[in-house]
């Protein structure tokens, strides 16, 4: 049950990464909005970004296992959470091990 929860916390931590990356990356492009002068709305649109996933991540991170801690289960909480940041760990691996293979051939 706690490698479920962790790999599900994990993967839902890297596709949420992966979805405002590429939106981030993709939409100005397509909307050409990377030749229109700068404002203040790209700051705060940046910063307001930030703390929503923040929050969002600390949620899909730690928000079961301090739910499991308060509960009592400090034993599960610590194993959830440990293997969340390992299978996370393991996915950013995997990134950077496609990041170097796409860019080496």
Same mark, same amino acid.
């Given at each position: 049950?706690?490698?479920?929860?962790?790999?599900? %916390?994990? #993967?839902?931590?890297? *596709?949420?990464? =992966? *979805?405002?990356?590429? /939106?981030?990356?993709?939409?100005?492009?397509? *909307?050409?909005? %990377?030749?229109?002068?700068? %404002?203040?709305? #790209?700051?705060? +649109?940046? *910063?307001?970004?930030? =703390? $929503?996933? #923040?929050?969002?991540? !600390? /949620? @899909?991170? /730690? !928000?079961?296992? +301090?739910?499991?801690?308060?509960?009592?289960?400090?034993?599960?909480?610590?194993? @959830?959470?440990?293997?969340? @940041? =390992?299978? $996370?760990?393991?996915?950013?691996?995997?990134? $950077?091990?496609?990041?170097?293979? =796409?860019?080496?051939?």
């Amino acid at each position: 049950m706690i490698k479920k929860y962790a790999v599900i %916390n994990a #993967a839902l931590t890297a *596709l949420y990464i =992966v *979805l405002i990356s590429s /939106f981030v990356f993709y939409v100005p492009k397509a *909307l050409h909005l %990377n030749d229109k002068p700068d %404002n203040v709305f #790209a700051p705060i +649109i940046m *910063l307001s970004l930030l =703390v $929503f996933s #923040a929050a969002l991540v !600390g /949620f @899909l991170i /730690f !928000g079961r296992p +301090i739910m499991w801690y308060l509960d009592g289960k400090k034993q599960e909480a610590l194993k @959830l959470l440990v293997s969340t @940041l =390992v299978t $996370f760990f393991i996915i950013i691996l995997g990134l $950077f091990l496609t990041l170097y293979l =796409v860019t080496i051939y």
